[in-house]
């Protein structure tokens, strides 16, 4: 099943916290009361939008548009970072905004002229105030983030998805001229290790259709998470989700496919982490003094739990120099995607 190469390849397609703010999910009473006596005055006499990092008058902002402006102005002005699945303040705006508005990002530019009410605009003022002040990563406020177009739920307990992976089994896992495997309806086996929120077991769900899904975590709190979003998806017959370290809870199990984006940050990027990764779980990050704490045990133990033409995707960030100094013998074959370059690398069982 499995094709074996060498060769370099190219992706054919795509690709310290405080208080959480305000996100227009609870009931108008409750955020009412909520907000400071300042901010509650300016919205019962709407002459002024009032924020403690900024003030908008009455007209200055109306359009979808204005407001991404806006938000990409503040968030360079403040000095954000993107890291969880957005790459740029442009992007991060129009997520948050299109939350706000409750439009899928794929409905952004047919809405950007149109104007927003006052009540809408409140809630987008306050997730761009929220994202300046609090550094929470922009998933959290809104509990969503978005993988190939699919919604996924998130929260503090997990850490927020940016898998390339995802467009990965899109492109190289189809059946199509740049394909590893010959045929994805073959695929009856796959295992996901470290699952945290679910959303690759899900992802691979709908690139494998005639696949059962194992998915394994360490972390309760993350797997409370995947549950919840395995049932939103109802695949619960489909994806078996299980506690434990790794392959430890799978048995004697084998699979056609193992993916995995595991914890590989080193010691001194853990160290230098942004607020906005401070917020995630640090289990999910902290991958040892060189990173490869985990990728090690994986590349020791994968061979015992796949099929005899399977093979194994992982993620390892920046970790290439490092995998490739500690295991020369591999013919591990980097592949990049849209935003990434030789971040993730296969390997076929038989290689192993």
Same mark, same amino acid.
């Given at each position: 099943m499995?094709? #074996? #190469?060498k060769?370099k390849t190219?992706?054919a397609? /795509?690709k310290?916290?405080?208080?959480k703010?305000?996100?227009g999910?609870?009931?108008? =009473?409750q955020?009412?009361?909520?907000?400071p006596?300042k901010?509650r005055?300016?919205?019962?006499?709407?002459?002024?939008?009032?924020?403690?990092t900024?003030?908008v008058?009455?007209?200055?902002?109306?359009? %979808?548009?204005?407001?991404?402006? !806006?938000? %990409? /102005?503040?968030?360079?002005?403040?000095?954000?970072?993107?890291?969880?699945?957005?790459t740029?303040?442009?992007a991060e705006?129009?997520f948050?905004i299109?939350?706000?508005?409750?439009?899928?990002?794929d409905?952004?530019?047919?809405?950007?002229?149109?104007?927003?009410t006052?009540a809408e605009?409140?809630?987008?003022?306050?997730?761009?105030a929220?994202?300046?002040? #609090?550094r929470?990563?922009a998933?959290y406020?809104?509990?969503k983030?978005?993988?190939r177009?699919?919604? !996924?739920?998130?929260?503090?307990?997990v850490? *927020?998805?940016r /898998?390339?992976i995802?467009e990965?089994?899109d492109?190289?896992?189809?059946?199509g001229? #740049?394909?590893?495997i010959?045929?994805p309806?073959?695929?009856?086996?796959?295992?996901?290790?470290?699952?945290g929120s679910?959303?690759?077991?899900?992802l691979?769900s709908? $690139?494998f259709p005639n696949a059962?899904i194992?998915? *394994?975590?360490? $972390?309760t709190?993350?797997? =409370?998470?995947?549950?919840?979003? %395995?049932g939103d998806?109802?695949l619960g017959?489909?994806?078996?989700?299980?506690h434990? &370290?790794l392959?430890?809870?799978?048995g004697?199990?084998?699979?056609?496919l193992?993916?995995t984006?595991?914890?590989?940050v080193?010691?001194?990027?853990m160290a230098?982490?942004p =607020?906005e990764?401070?917020?995630?779980?640090?289990m999910?990050?902290?991958g040892g003094?060189?990173?490869?704490?985990i *990728?090690?045990?994986i590349?020791a133990e994968?061979?015992?739990h796949?099929?005899?033409?399977g093979?194994?995707?992982?993620?390892?960030?920046?970790c290439?120099?490092?995998i490739?100094h500690h295991?020369?013998h591999?013919?591990?074959?980097?592949l &990049? $995607?849209?935003? /990434?370059?030789?971040?993730?690398?296969?390997?076929?069982a038989?290689?192993?």
């Amino acid at each position: 099943m499995a094709k #074996t #190469t060498k060769a370099k390849t190219k992706a054919a397609t /795509s690709k310290p916290a405080k208080a959480k703010p305000s996100t227009g999910k609870n009931k108008s =009473a409750q955020r009412g009361k909520d907000r400071p006596a300042k901010r509650r005055a300016a919205i019962a006499m709407p002459l002024l939008l009032e924020h403690d990092t900024f003030a908008v008058m009455p007209g200055e902002l109306v359009t %979808v548009l204005d407001f991404l402006r !806006f938000a %990409v /102005s503040r968030f360079a002005e403040a000095g954000v970072v993107f890291a969880h699945g957005t790459t740029d303040p442009i992007a991060e705006a129009a997520f948050l905004i299109g939350e706000a508005l409750h439009l899928h990002p794929d409905q952004f530019e047919m809405f950007a002229t149109t104007r927003v009410t006052f009540a809408e605009s409140e809630v987008i003022l306050d997730l761009i105030a929220g994202r300046i002040v #609090t550094r929470l990563p922009a998933a959290y406020l809104v509990n969503k983030i978005y993988m190939r177009g699919v919604p !996924f739920y998130v929260d503090e307990r997990v850490i *927020v998805p940016r /898998s390339y992976i995802g467009e990965l089994l899109d492109s190289h896992f189809d059946g199509g001229e #740049t394909s590893l495997i010959d045929d994805p309806d073959a695929v009856e086996r796959v295992l996901d290790l470290c699952t945290g929120s679910g959303c690759l077991a899900i992802l691979a769900s709908r $690139s494998f259709p005639n696949a059962t899904i194992d998915a *394994v975590d360490l $972390s309760t709190d993350a797997l =409370a998470v995947a549950t919840r979003n %395995v049932g939103d998806h109802h695949l619960g017959e489909r994806i078996t989700l299980h506690h434990g &370290d790794l392959f430890a809870p799978l048995g004697e199990a084998r699979y056609d496919l193992i993916i995995t984006n595991p914890p590989y940050v080193d010691a001194d990027g853990m160290a230098n982490l942004p =607020a906005e990764c401070r917020a995630e779980p640090a289990m999910a990050f902290d991958g040892g003094d060189d990173g490869l704490d985990i *990728v090690r045990r994986i590349l020791a133990e994968a061979k015992d739990h796949l099929t005899p033409e399977g093979g194994l995707l992982c993620e390892v960030g920046r970790c290439r120099p490092a995998i490739e100094h500690h295991f020369p013998h591999l013919p591990l074959l980097w592949l &990049d $995607s849209e935003d /990434s370059d030789g971040e993730v690398f296969w390997i076929a069982a038989a290689d192993l």
